[in-house]
């Protein structure tokens, strides 16, 4: 719109853009080219990220509403894709911490051990969400900052090129034409940074409010999933006490067993069997012979 303003401006005088053009040096139009090409980059960054802001904003709004109707954070399972909004993206981080402590808290301490960890990944996931939302704030801050000095060089080269090729009686007739031309880049610079100023200020300032209601939202989410768990843990508390209570009425007593005595078993050395010294033979020993019968007086008698 600025641009056809002056467009007009200048075509209904009797100099337009032509003759401004033809006055500049070849470095004086390349910056030009530069700044004009600087200035549709900055109004296309301005309008894609108030796009981007404002799907952002409807989309986490819209989840903050159908996650009220939840009963269980806990429970929601979110696919690992680049579609997630930032609402659903915390939401997910939290998930994830708490699936690793799953059914296995029982205490108030293993409660703080599991939010230690979702607030962790909670803060993580903040991180890189901001990331994403200072996205294109870099390029508009560079153009409100880069703009003027640029338009600016551009007009001390052409001035200090026209001034250089004067002579000693120069008039403003010869001046004025390598002036107009040197300013030229000028007013470009500001047609690039006063319109990139304010669309940034005012992106600025969006950005903060939906940093803002991140952290809110953060905060609120790091609080349901604490009431959470503690119901949990008085759920599975319940649960081993009706099962402790109900255990007795279904098992039979059962009478403690004494541990058996075990007596040590006396063992015999074993004996190797010797085998028996053989039994010498006998001595035959030599029987006196009878005398015969003729050689013995009064043998006969005694028989």
Request: glycine content about 6%; charged content about 15%; hydrophobic content about 45%.
């Amino acid at each position: 719109m600025i641009f056809h303003s002056l467009s007009l401006h200048l075509a209904s005088s009797e100099r337009g853009i032509a003759w401004f053009y033809e006055q500049m040096d070849a470095p004086g139009r390349a910056i030009a080219a530069v700044l004009l090409l600087c200035s549709f980059i900055g109004w296309g960054a301005m309008i894609q990220k108030w796009s981007d802001v404002q799907d952002v904003r409807r989309r986490n709004h819209a989840f903050e509403g159908r996650l009220r109707n939840e009963n269980a954070v806990t429970s929601l399972n979110f696919p690992r894709s680049a579609g997630l909004c930032p609402y659903e993206y915390l939401v997910a981080e939290a998930t994830t911490a708490y699936q690793r402590h799953k059914g296995k808290m029982t205490s108030r301490q293993d409660i703080a051990l599991c939010m230690g960890h979702v607030e962790n990944a909670i803060q993580r996931g903040i991180a890189r969400t901001l990331v994403k939302y200072e996205e294109k704030m870099v390029l508009l801050s560079s153009l409100v900052s880069g703009g003027p000095f640029l338009g600016l060089l551009g007009t001390v080269w052409g001035i200090m090129i026209t001034f250089g090729a004067l002579s000693e009686k120069a008039t403003i007739s010869m001046l004025a034409p390598g002036v107009s031309g040197a300013l030229v880049t000028t007013t470009l610079g500001l047609l690039v940074a006063i319109p990139a100023t304010f669309g940034y200020n005012f992106l600025l300032t969006q950005v903060k409010i939906m940093t803002t209601e991140l952290e809110n939202y953060a905060s609120s989410l790091a609080d349901r999933v604490e009431l959470e768990l503690e119901a949990e843990v008085r759920q599975n508390l319940e649960v081993r006490a009706q099962q402790a209570a109900l255990a007795p009425a279904y098992a039979a007593p059962v009478k403690p067993v004494a541990p058996a005595i075990v007596q040590p078993v006396y063992q015999a050395p074993v004996v190797t069997p010797v085998a028996p010294a053989p039994t010498p033979a006998p001595i035959p020993t030599s029987t006196p012979a009878e005398p015969p019968e003729d050689s013995i007086p009064g043998w006969e008698d005694a028989r």
